[in-house]
């Protein structure tokens, strides 16, 4: 049995959001008081677009224009790519992936709930290797070396390397990748 984790168990609830009919100028100060990197651009409460600092940099400094020369109709990214709350993690993985974004804002309802970044599902992926090398630590000593069965994993962090590789395999006691398989005593 496989366990599914839910966007909605990994995504961030409070969302940096402004209307559409703002400025620029408001814009890039609501982010900066926040602290964030991207804001959900809305009209009349529906999540529309997404406006990042790359934009900024993009579409505004590298054409040497001012806050006041763009709308944020035209600062923004749109359509809006969003993912429903019940997707699975992996998928909102794969998603990012393919669509090179960094950040997925998860609507109910055509509502906006939530987002989830790069940053979580990493945090996430961290965790769960964390756990399961704990439950392999808890029962290591109680198994014998030719009772520890040969556990494949897709992908996840390398115990030994720190970096995130495919095909993982539990070797010696440690969740390893193919190059530090390859250099175990």
């Known amino acids: 049995m496989e366990a599914r984790m839910q966007v909605r168990e990994i995504m961030?609830?409070?969302?940096?959001?402004?209307?559409?009919?703002?400025?620029?100028?408001?814009?890039?100060?609501?982010?900066?008081?926040?602290?964030?990197?991207?804001?959900?651009i809305t009209d009349k409460g529906r999540p529309v677009g997404?406006?990042?600092?790359?934009?900024?940099?993009?579409?505004?400094?590298s054409k040497n224009l001012t806050p006041n020369d763009i709308?944020?109709?035209?600062?923004?990214?749109?359509?809006l790519i969003t993912i429903p709350a019940t997707e699975d993690v992996t998928n909102a993985m794969y998603r990012?992936?393919?669509?090179?974004?960094?950040?997925?804002?998860?609507?109910e309802g055509g509502r906006?709930?939530?987002?989830?970044?790069?940053?979580?599902l990493l945090?996430?992926?961290v965790e769960m290797g964390s756990i399961f090398s704990d439950l392999i630590d808890m029962h290591r000593d109680r198994m014998r070396s030719d009772e520890i069965p040969r556990l494949t994993l897709q992908q996840g962090i390398c115990e030994r390397c720190q970096i995130f590789k495919p095909d993982l395999l539990l070797t010696n006691g440690q969740i390893l990748c193919e190059d530090c398989r390859e250099t175990t005593p």
């Open 71 to 79: 709308a944020i109709r035209e600062l923004m990214t749109t359509p």
């Open 123 to 125: 945090a996430a992926s």
């Open 50 to 61: 997404i406006a990042t600092e790359r934009d900024i940099v993009k579409k505004i400094v």
């Open 12 to 40: 961030t609830r409070d969302v940096a959001t402004i209307d559409i009919k703002n400025d620029v100028t408001t814009l890039a100060l609501k982010m900066l008081g926040l602290g964030v990197g991207s804001i959900i």
């Open 112 to 120: 906006l709930i939530g987002i989830v970044t790069d940053t979580d």
């Open 96 to 107: 990012m992936v393919k669509m090179k974004i960094r950040r997925l804002p998860v609507v």
